[in-house]
């Protein structure tokens, strides 16, 4: 009996120390977790840190702020962008004080939302928090009170475009990349990751406008699959050759041809090409004996390179860096060269621009040979998110880009841009509540949407 008692004893010291081990082992997931969602917080990678707290949360709902994380995240991640921000302002009278970047993330939902006053107010009160307490975090304050001050004076002189979001089934709630129009077909390829996971999830589509819109996407499987950095596709007018780049063997250039509403395998456009340190977007030109694209074999993160193909040994030079006034210390990218080879638009995360990534342009000038400083695009093309694979119709008056601004169907959307023309008008302005003119009084037209 006393043996029996003393076993059932153990059997429950044993059970409650395995019990202690797996609660400890819980919280353990949910502390790492939490960790990790920090990390991806402060590098501003807002869909990562969605997902981890969100693990947390359902491990432990009560775990420390993680309420309070999760807004932050669901508003910067884009989940709430035709929401109220109400449930975010509730936690005012709490993170309010406690937390020295609240106004900070306050701002940077209003910023996401173009609400660029609101987003004044947040930093500015972000900035006084900072110089009352002493912190590290004046200059960055001092720094996002500038942006705005410059997205303030982009949006209030905007560039000579329009632009209009592509309508599904071409944009979905995946990402549409490196969009490329034949015009007199009116047919537009694209890749995307809809409906597929792995490393390389991106695959090609083709879609045909008509009288109804875009037809339903056709997935362009033979011409394979593709990494998120390396969805770039682009097409030579003259022969119409589609161009792609593989990963595979140290990495080649390789073309594919129409065949009727099909696409042909690709093959290797030249061997001697092979192992040029393409790292990311790339662009042929017409005659196919110049590429442009983004490598980082440099020190300065994605420079864009370009190599030149002899035309009697047929011999590809060694790449070197484009122009000195183009490559920066901060990333550029997504290269895209006029037909008469005159003008380069490309992508950069330099300061001073309206996002993370904007459009940029240069031109060449041929007396010195050399290009322009680069200018920003300007609002609506660029926008305070991201903007890539900027490519011109023939008509170098239209194209196409993708961005993942306010509004997008998800990931990142296809929009078609245009140029157009301003006109002077001439006349009063009345109000109605002054029963009189307004002096000094401009018209401003944006598209609906915006």
Request: glycine share 6%; hydrophobic share 30%; proline share 4%.
């Amino acid at each position: 009996m006393k043996s029996s008692l003393i076993s059932n004893q153990l059997k429950f010291i044993l059970l409650l120390i395995g019990s202690f081990c797996a609660l400890n082992t819980y919280a353990q997931k949910e502390v790492r977790l939490y960790e990790k969602a920090e990390v991806q917080l402060a590098n501003h990678q807002y869909d990562e840190a969605l997902n981890y707290y969100t693990e947390v949360q359902s491990i432990n709902p009560g775990f420390g702020d993680v309420a309070y994380k999760l807004s932050i995240t669901s508003y910067l991640a884009g989940k709430k962008d035709d929401d109220s921000i109400g449930d975010f302002l509730a936690f005012e009278s709490t993170f309010g004080s406690t937390d020295d970047h609240y106004y900070y993330w306050l701002g940077q939902i209003h910023l996401r939302r173009y609400n660029l006053e609101e987003a004044v107010n947040s930093f500015e009160k972000f900035r006084q928090k900072a110089n009352y307490s002493g912190s590290a975090n004046k200059e960055e304050s001092a720094a996002k009170l500038e942006h705005v001050a410059q997205l303030k004076d982009y949006f209030e002189n905007p560039d000579n475009y329009s632009i209009h979001q592509l309508e599904s089934p071409v944009n979905s709630g995946s990402a549409e990349l490196s969009p490329v129009f034949f015009e007199e077909k009116n047919e537009l390829l694209f890749a995307s990751n809809r409906n597929k996971s792995g490393e390389t999830p991106f695959v090609i589509y083709y879609s045909k406008s008509g009288p109804n819109g875009w037809e339903t996407p056709v997935e362009l499987s033979n011409l394979g699959n593709f990494s998120r950095k390396n969805a770039n596709i682009e097409v030579v007018n003259d022969d119409g050759k589609l161009f792609l780049f593989e990963e595979e063997n140290g990495g080649d250039l390789f073309y594919s041809n129409a065949s009727g509403a099909k696409w042909t395998s690709p093959v290797e456009f030249d061997a001697r090409v092979s192992n040029n340190h393409i790292a990311s977007h790339f662009f042929i030109n017409e005659h196919e004996d110049r590429i442009i694209f983004a490598s980082d074999e440099g020190d300065n993160g994605l420079d864009l390179y370009e190599s030149y193909r002899d035309p009697e040994s047929g011999k590809w030079s060694k790449p070197g860096p484009f122009y000195s006034s183009i490559n920066s210390k901060f990333d550029e990218d997504s290269p895209y060269l006029s037909p008469d080879e005159q003008t380069l638009y490309f992508c950069s995360d330099r300061p001073g621009g309206i996002g993370g990534f904007d459009v940029y342009v240069s031109r060449y000038n041929p007396e010195d040979f050399s290009w322009s400083e680069p200018e920003n695009m300007g609002w609506p093309i660029n926008s305070p998110n991201d903007e890539f694979h900027f490519k011109m119709n023939f008509d170098q008056t239209s194209g196409y880009f993708v961005s993942n601004r306010l509004h997008t169907k998800g990931d990142f959307d296809i929009y078609f841009f245009w140029e157009v023309d301003k006109v002077k008008i001439q006349g009063r302005i009345f109000d109605q509540s002054i029963k009189g003119p307004l002096t000094n009084a401009e018209i401003r037209f944006h598209p609906s949407q915006y």
